[in-house]
């Protein structure tokens, strides 16, 4: 079967950082993206990763490791506003996005 | 209209009663898609479309039939809604099925 990993709940302090893993079993791999979602509104797209390696994108990255099935988002200077769940998705040979249930990330002041 | 957008917002509804949800999106995106969101499990694809006139079966298809007549529109339509369909149903369109995916704010439906 198909599985999405990730921890179900982080917490962190304001100006910190934070890294949200995601380890993933897809009948095949077609990239991978990772969304965030506040409470009570639809998922919006933080980053996409394909190839091995990190992307960077701001405050926000993202890593890929293709041959250990895994990745991670990682947050830099956290401010309360990323309180949030993030959601990781892989898109598999049929090219449609599987879903972890999310990890949901407390900030701290 | 801008970007993606569903309704109701909100619904409750009766066991054995149907239901349309509606989506429509002016990106002019090829591909939509239909989720349900429930508390501790990840989005599950319900059904799909990659073009206008086609449609395909995602991983919890049954109870749900859609249809997509043309490019912007993308009904989901429940039959007979059960207890057990009671979740938060998201729309979302991209470019092609290639690309990231856009998200509308969602519909909150209980089956009682």
């Known amino acids: 079967g198909q599985n999405i990993d990730q921890p179900t709940e982080m917490t962190a302090t304001e100006g910190a950082i934070v890294q949200i893993n995601c380890t993933y079993q897809t009948s095949g791999f077609n990239g991978l993206f990772w969304y965030q979602q506040h409470a009570g509104e639809a998922p919006t797209f933080l980053s996409y990763n394909v190839l091995d390696g990190l992307e960077e994108k701001g405050r926000f990255s993202s890593f890929l490791s293709r041959s250990k099935g895994y990745s991670y988002l990682l947050l830099k200077e956290l401010q309360m506003k990323d309180s949030a769940s993030y959601l990781c998705a892989v898109r598999d040979k049929d090219y449609q996005l599987i879903w972890g249930a999310g990890t949901k990330l407390i900030i701290k002041p | 209209i801008a970007g993606i957008t569903q309704a109701p917002t909100s619904q409750i509804l009766a066991a054995g009663r149907r239901m349309t949800l509606r989506c429509t999106q002016d990106m002019r995106h090829n591909a939509m898609y239909w989720y349900r969101q429930d508390l501790g499990l990840g989005l599950r694809l319900i059904h799909y479309?990659?073009?206008?006139?086609?449609?395909g079966k995602g991983e919890v298809p049954d109870g749900y039939s859609v249809s997509r007549a043309n490019t912007d529109d993308f009904p989901l339509t429940l039959a007979s809604a059960v207890p057990s369909q009671t979740s938060v149903y998201f729309c979302?369109?991209?470019?092609?099925?290639?690309?990231?995916?856009?998200f509308g704010p969602g519909t909150r439906l209980t089956v009682l």
């Open positions: 479309s990659n073009t206008a006139g086609t449609t």
């Open positions: 979302a369109s991209s470019p092609t099925s290639n690309n990231e995916q856009f």
